[in-house]
Every structure is written in structure tokens, then in C-alpha cells.
């Protein structure tokens, strides 16, 4: 059974400050995902990790992708306000690749 | 990528009756994803549903409890049958964009049982 952890699940920071949000999973997946949810909403799509060594990044959100380790980080830069949400990391088990097991979450706080 | 729509947004629902969720998608896809998300908690799939076939459900989902269609490449149906106040949840169909390799969410249906 595919256990994806994710840590911290909930997290202060002050802006301008960066900050890591980690997961990690169990078994062999073709791909990890980073979601956003707002309150209230569904999920935005941020990144989709393919191969072992991918990094994407966009904008302050940088994320990389160790299937060896079977880790992936979140790292966040300069954190804003408007970064505040809970962020999902998602890993699709091999061979099966669109059911989609997620982590428990981190919810982001960016005081000012 | 995919648009996604899922009909009610919301609703408040008495115990023992049931609700049927509808979700179209603006393209053809071959499966749908029906996912559970508890009041603060993380994402479940509840089931995949196959045009053509009978719906694949995790552990811990039943036929019975979580009935499923999928008449077309389009568009599925999930019921929750006699529901209890465990129901409230948000429930999300999902898809997945073989172009884009993303897994596309609906903007989910937040259902509430009294």
C-alpha cells in the first residue's frame, strides 16, 4: 500500500522568510504532484515531477523531485502573504499512475 | 487541459436520503476519478469510473454506499446513498490530461448532512 507523509502540516512564516515543505513516499511511482487549495476551493494544479533530478519552479515555489530517496520538497522563497493555502503533494503509484494517493497536507501561513 | 464541471456546488441533505453528483468534462477521457475530501483532512479516491465498464472502488468504498455511471467519455454521475452526517464531505472528480500529464480536479461539490 502507497503511504505518502508529508511535514510539517501546518506552517508560520513571517514573509521574506523561505521555508521547505517535505514528502515522502513508500513504494515506486511514475510521478509526483504539488497541489494548492485554497479554502474553500479545489485544487490548483502547480507541478507534475516525472523523472528522478526534475526540478520546476515558478515564480517563488521551486519543487525537485529524489525517487531514489523517494522524496520530493516544496521550497518556498521570499514567502508572500498571498502564498498562504494548504499545499497537497500527490504520488501516483507505477503502472497506475492517474490514481492519485495524497499526503496529509501543510497549511501555510504567511503573516506579515 | 481540462475544464472541468461539477453539479451542485453544495447542498444540505437529511440523513437516510441520497444525493446523485454529476461532472462533465469538456473533452473525451477514458477514466474519471471520484475523490472524498473530509471536513480538514486530505484527499481519498472513492472510486474510477471506466466508460463501459463497471467502476473500480478502493478499499473501504462500496458499490452500494457510492453507485457510479458513466454513460459517455464525458460525464459521470457518483451517488451517496442513505447518507449520514460521516458523508459531509467534499466530493471531486478528477481526470487526467494525457497531454499535459496533470491531474485536473473539479471545483468539487461540498455536500452536508444533517
Known amino acids: 500500500e502507497l503511504k505518502v507523509e508529508q511535514n510539517p502540516l501546518f506552517l508560520s512564516m513571517q514573509e521574506g522568510k523561505n521555508y521547505t515543505i517535505y514528502c515522502n513516499y513508500s513504494?515506486?511511482?511514475?510521478?509526483l504532484y504539488w497541489y494548492r487549495q485554497d479554502p474553500g476551493k479545489s485544487l490548483e494544479s502547480l507541478f507534475v515531477?516525472?523523472?528522478?533530478?526534475a526540478v520546476k519552479q515558478e515564480g517563488r515555489l521551486m519543487a525537485s523531485l529524489d525517487t531514489k530517496a523517494r522524496l520530493s520538497t516544496l521550497h518556498i522563497t521570499a514567502a508572500v502573504h498571498d502564498l498562504s493555502a494548504t499545499y497537497f503533494c500527490a504520488v501516483g503509484l507505477a503502472g497506475t499512475a492517474s490514481k492519485l494517493t495524497f499526503g496529509t497536507g501543510t497549511r501555510l501561513q504567511v503573516t506579515l | 487541459s481540462a475544464v472541468i464541471s461539477q453539479k451542485p456546488s453544495r447542498d444540505i441533505c437529511q440523513r437516510g436520503t441520497s444525493l446523485t453528483i454529476q461532472c462533465q468534462v469538456d473533452s473525451q477521457v477514458t477514466m474519471m476519478f471520484w475523490y472524498r475530501q473530509q471536513p480538514g483532512q486530505s484527499l481519498t479516491l472513492i472510486a474510477t469510473a471506466n466508460q463501459g465498464s463497471e467502476a473500480t472502488y478502493e478499499s473501504g468504498f462500496v458499490i452500494d454506499k457510492f453507485p457510479i455511471s458513466r454513460p459517455n467519455l464525458t460525464f459521470s454521475t457518483l451517488t451517496v446513498s442513505n447518507m449520514s452526517p460521516e458523508d459531509s464531505s467534499i466530493y471531486l472528480c478528477s481526470v487526467h490530461g494525457s497531454r499535459t500529464d496533470t491531474q485536473y480536479f473539479g471545483p468539487g461539490t461540498r455536500l452536508t448532512v444533517l
Open positions: 513504494t515506486t511511482s511514475d510521478r
Open positions: 515531477l516525472l523523472s528522478n533530478g
